[in-house]
């Protein structure tokens, strides 16, 4: 019975709940003991917690849109683009020749050649 009670007390300290059942005995907050320091207590001095810091600013004391255009064009720009070159440059170029050369090959195999109607009147 005795752990039963301690299970009550304290891995259940839940005064809002209005009847606990637990290992097969029905006890309901009234008749649980709880030791006058926790009944004196308040919600907000139940007690301190140490080593948990937060930090915020006002929202009038922050500035919105603080560096987005240097975050979001101009970073995005030289981490991809300035600082990548080596890996699109390349293959950029040998693709644009590929294209030329690929236009020049059709360009000159759908040509007529002249001398077929040289005697055409």
Same mark, same amino acid.
């Given at each position: &019975?005795?752990?039963?009670?301690?299970?009550?007390?304290?891995?259940?300290?839940?005064?809002?709940?209005?009847?606990? #059942?637990?290992?097969?005995?029905?006890?309901?907050?009234?008749?649980?003991?709880?030791?006058?320091?926790?009944?004196?207590?308040?919600?907000?001095?139940?007690?301190?917690?140490?080593?948990?810091?937060?930090?915020?600013?006002?929202?009038?004391?922050?500035?919105? &849109?603080?560096?987005?255009?240097?975050?979001?064009?101009?970073?995005? #720009?030289?981490?991809?683009?300035?600082?990548?070159?080596?890996?699109?440059?390349?293959?950029?170029?040998?693709?644009?020749?590929?294209?030329?050369?690929?236009?020049?090959?059709?360009?000159?195999?759908?040509?007529?050649?002249?001398?077929?109607?040289?005697?055409?009147?």
């Amino acid at each position: &019975m005795a752990r039963v009670d301690y299970f009550l007390r304290v891995a259940c300290p839940y005064s809002g709940i209005r009847a606990i #059942f637990c290992f097969g005995v029905f006890k309901t907050p009234e008749t649980m003991r709880t030791s006058v320091v926790a009944l004196g207590k308040h919600f907000g001095n139940l007690g301190k917690m140490y080593g948990e810091y937060r930090f915020a600013l006002a929202p009038n004391e922050q500035k919105a &849109m603080k560096g987005f255009v240097n975050q979001a064009f101009v970073g995005v #720009f030289r981490t991809y683009v300035w600082n990548q070159w080596w890996y699109y440059i390349p293959s950029a170029a040998a693709c644009y020749m590929v294209y030329d050369w690929a236009k020049k090959a059709n360009a000159a195999s759908n040509r007529k050649n002249p001398a077929d109607y040289a005697n055409d009147q």
